[in-house]
């Protein structure tokens, strides 16, 4: 089903894809694009790239503001520069590329969006010449269990926003005096740099300020946070009721976290993978079964029933690249011994001396 689609022009000419992306909580294409991804892991770099082109449009309904124009204006101009220069010159990494026409076939896609966006904006100052401020004016971005996307903030930062995750900001304030952002869930952040206006994530007691750099936040309800420093440095802070705040500085290859005492604590990360699963693989490095399979709910969508408990304490090692929840388990079960069976959503783990 599908099958003909293969470009971001093919995409967005797709009207189910469109809605999808543009309408509010489409829970039947929430699970048809789901599960269309897993059978064509090969196009999922490609969904996501549309997607973000498409929410960004759909929530950009200001003026854009001048930094950002700057630096959309700047990553159109290496992108030319790129495609101008000759074979011998173009860097040996392998590079998605499209013929001119189908850039011209996007273009007027998004074109006519745009108007439509334009028209509804004049009709709603028409019909409503006294509207009423919303309370919060809030960029609110989030994705299912099983869903991954990439972002453009309005600074010229981008943010891939990991599975069941939400991502939060200020429309009219962002990227003009402050570029503030709250996270539930994970995400892996590469900043723009501006040296007079820091970014900073807050997720619960933990605030993490940058000025140009990237680096992954792990802050999903009822789990440790962590936060990964990949380039650049970070300034990690927790607040502390009626106490001094704790503070951090991490350098690349360092990671903050929480201790049981709930002090912040840093260390040197011996584990490089934090944030494999922007490239679409799952990493487990001697991580206990209960919180592979909390893991594994979240990264395909899917509800896992456990019976029996095993060995005690299990843990797993693996590294899987864009493989099926089907090959994840067939690899997984030799080890536990344990049998799985597999109806749609629903996943059941049967171990071999359960009753």
């Given at each position: 089903m599908k099958d003909h689609i293969n470009t971001l022009s093919d995409l967005f000419e797709d009207a189910d894809f469109r809605a999808w992306v543009l309408e509010d909580d489409p829970a039947h294409l929430n699970i048809f694009w789901s599960q269309w991804q897993k059978e064509h892991p090969e196009k999922q770099d490609l969904v996501i790239e549309a997607k973000a082109i498409l929410e960004q449009l759909k929530h950009d309904t200001q003026p854009i503001a001048p930094i950002r124009k700057d630096a959309i204006l700047a990553r159109i101009n290496e992108t030319i520069a790129t495609e101008s220069k000759p074979d011998s010159a173009k860097p040996q990494a392998k590079r998605r590329r499209f013929p001119l026409r189908i850039y011209l076939k996007i273009a007027a896609v998004l074109a006519l969006f745009l108007a439509s966006i334009s028209f509804w904006k004049v009709n709603e100052k028409i019909d409503s010449p006294n509207p009423v401020p919303p309370v919060a004016d809030w960029v609110i971005r989030k994705n299912a269990k099983g869903q991954k996307s990439k972002l453009y903030l309005p600074d010229g930062s981008t943010v891939i926003l990991n599975a069941d995750s939400e991502l939060r900001y200020d429309r009219n304030g962002f990227g003009k005096d402050q570029r503030a952002l709250i996270l539930s869930g994970e995400a892996f952040f590469e900043v723009e740099k501006d040296?007079?206006?820091?970014?900073?994530?807050?997720?619960?007691?933990?605030?993490?300020?940058?000025?140009?750099?990237?680096?992954?936040?792990?802050?999903?309800?009822?789990?440790?946070?962590?936060?990964?420093?990949?380039?650049?440095?970070?300034?990690?802070?927790?607040?502390?009721?009626?106490?001094?705040?704790?503070?951090?500085?991490?350098?690349?290859?360092?990671?903050?976290?929480?201790?049981?005492?709930?002090?912040?604590?840093?260390?040197?990360?011996?584990?490089?993978?934090?944030?494999?699963?922007?490239?679409?693989?799952?990493?487990?490095?001697?991580?206990?079964?209960?919180?592979?399979?909390?893991?594994?709910?979240?990264?395909?969508?899917?509800?896992?029933?456990?019976?029996?408990?095993?060995?005690?304490?299990?843990?797993?090692?693996?590294?899987?690249?864009?493989?099926?929840?089907?090959?994840?388990?067939?690899?997984?079960?030799?080890?536990?011994?344990?049998?799985?069976?597999?109806?749609?959503?629903?996943?059941?783990?049967?171990?071999?001396?359960?009753?």
């Open positions: 040296p007079y206006c820091p970014f900073t994530v807050q997720t619960g007691s933990l605030s993490t300020t940058a000025l140009g750099t990237s680096f992954n936040i792990n802050a999903y309800p009822n789990s440790p946070m962590t936060v990964f420093l990949a380039t650049g440095s970070v300034l990690v802070a927790k607040e502390n009721e009626g106490q001094e705040n704790d503070s951090v500085q991490l350098v690349p290859g360092q990671v903050a976290y929480l201790s049981k005492k709930e002090r912040l604590t840093s260390k040197k990360e011996k584990n490089l993978k934090q944030y494999e699963w922007t490239r679409g693989t799952l990493f487990f490095d001697k991580t206990p079964f209960d919180k592979v399979i909390i893991e594994l709910e979240r990264w395909y969508g899917v509800q896992i029933k456990v019976l029996g408990k095993g060995k005690s304490s299990p843990v797993i090692n693996g590294e899987f690249k864009q493989e099926s929840l089907k090959n994840v388990l067939e690899t997984m079960k030799y080890s536990l011994d344990f049998t799985f069976s597999i109806d749609d959503h629903e996943i059941v783990i049967k171990f071999n001396n359960s009753p």
